[in-house]
Nanobody, 123 residues
Framework: QVQLVESGGGLVQAGGSLRLSCAAS????????MGWFRQAPGKEREFVAA???????YYADSVKGRFTISRDNAKNTVYLLMNSLKDEDTTIYYC?????????????????WGQGTQVTVSS
């Protein structure tokens, strides 16, 4: 059974940093590309960042230069380091896994999803 478990969310002041983690099990992590998405209540889920199994990365314009996605295949974990956080970054963050070879923003490309972790940025 595939499980993706996010952690690291919480409350942070604007301008601060958080690092999200997503621990994967039940799949061959090193063969999967991984992504982070976010979704606010009443809004569509939106792409944040992705990393291929080879380490290539891809970011949404809204987070480019502030967020960094990385992975540790030995720990079956993908990370999202979020710096210079803004009020508009407040929402639930989800990690996801895909068999795609390249990092992708297409939601439908992802086969597995975590339950999400809440990030709240206060001004």
């Amino acid at each position: 059974q595939v499980q993706l478990v996010e952690s690291g969310g919480g409350l942070v002041q604007a301008g601060g940093s958080l690092r999200l983690s997503c621990a994967a099990s039940g799949l061959t992590f090193s063969t999967m590309s991984m992504g982070w998405f976010r979704q606010a209540p009443g809004k569509e889920r939106e792409f944040v960042a992705a990393i291929s199994r080879g380490g290539s990365t891809y970011y949404a314009d809204s987070v480019k230069g502030r967020f960094t996605i990385s992975r540790d295949n030995a720990k079956n974990t993908v990370y999202l380091l979020m710096n210079s956080l803004k009020d508009e970054d407040t929402t639930i963050y989800y990690c996801a896994a895909t068999r795609a070879f390249i990092p992708t923003s297409r939601i439908r490309a992802y086969d597995y999803w975590g339950q999400g972790t809440q990030v709240t940025v206060s001004s």
